[in-house]
């Protein structure tokens, strides 16, 4: 939203009604002398058509180059996107065997690794973003970065493991985050500066319970957003766990944790079933959670506009002048 720091200064833009009721008196100035003619409608027809709007191209440039040099002086700011150096972004990737199903093509696996790369494509070149995988435990695949290739190359290394350690993956990517007092100093909100990316296609197997971690991410004032992955049974999804045949009680998907997740920390859940749709929605995330928006002043813009509709309203106007 465009703001002023100076608003008082718009009190000039009254001015300008002024000026065109000036130029609009000059337009019509009083008769000097008074003639008596016999045939009034004879004279209105030699003195030809009516002046055409066109005629005030040039004035009404020029009013407009007054109004912005005016509003200039109130010195108007516009919010501009920015990527903050405290801000952090980590992708924690669940590869547990059961992401290989091919119920989404060419696999659970290969699909999130494409949406990955899909989403540090599209975040602005500064972003710091890395990546936790999680099995049967956690480890840092690559630790907050803004070299996006890096990023990218180690996400085509990722490879399947066992089990299924949500919780873990969690606090790992909360110990890669700036922390909370190094997101604080500078002012503004903590939790916009840190967030954690979790996609997982199954339930929590081992190691320290999903949502106990995410007490702690709300704690350090850290958002989750929850991505699940998979597809629902012929009988449908009722919220509950969904199995797959091809790896048993590994395939089992728990969307009532991974909600709860999210909902914890202030972030959202999203339930995908196609590879198009995950791409989708980290398409989605990457433009939500890279730029933060910022006040800057815009009085040089508007004076440069005013300057240019100053200097066309004079070419105008020169244009038009009939030298005899």
Known sequence: MIGFLSPWMLLLLLGVPVLVWLYRRAMKPPARSVAL???VALLARAAGRRRR?????????YLGACGLALAAMARPTIPVPQVDERAGIMLAIDVSRSMASNDITPSRFDAARHALKTFVRALPANTRVGVVAFGSYAATVVPL???HQR?????DLLSLG????????????????????QREKGGGDPSKLATIVLLSD??????????SAAAEAKKQHIVIDTVGVGTNQASGFNGGFNQYSQYGAAGQ??????RSIAQETGGTYVFVNSAGKLDNVYRRLSRSLAWSWHKEEASGLVALAAAMLLILSMLVGQARRRVL
């Open 37 to 39: 003619h016999p045939d």
């Open 53 to 61: 709007w066109t005629a005030h191209i040039a004035a009404a440039l």
């Open 145 to 147: 970065t803004s070299d």
């Open 151 to 155: 990023v990218l190359q180690a996400v």
């Open 162 to 181: 066992r089990s299924t350690a949500i919780g873990d993956g969690i606090m790992k990517a909360i110990q890669d985050l700036p922390s909370l007092a």
């Open 202 to 211: 199954g339930r929590n197997r081992t190691g320290i319970d999903p949502l």
């Open 253 to 258: 998907f728990d969307e009532r944790t991974m």
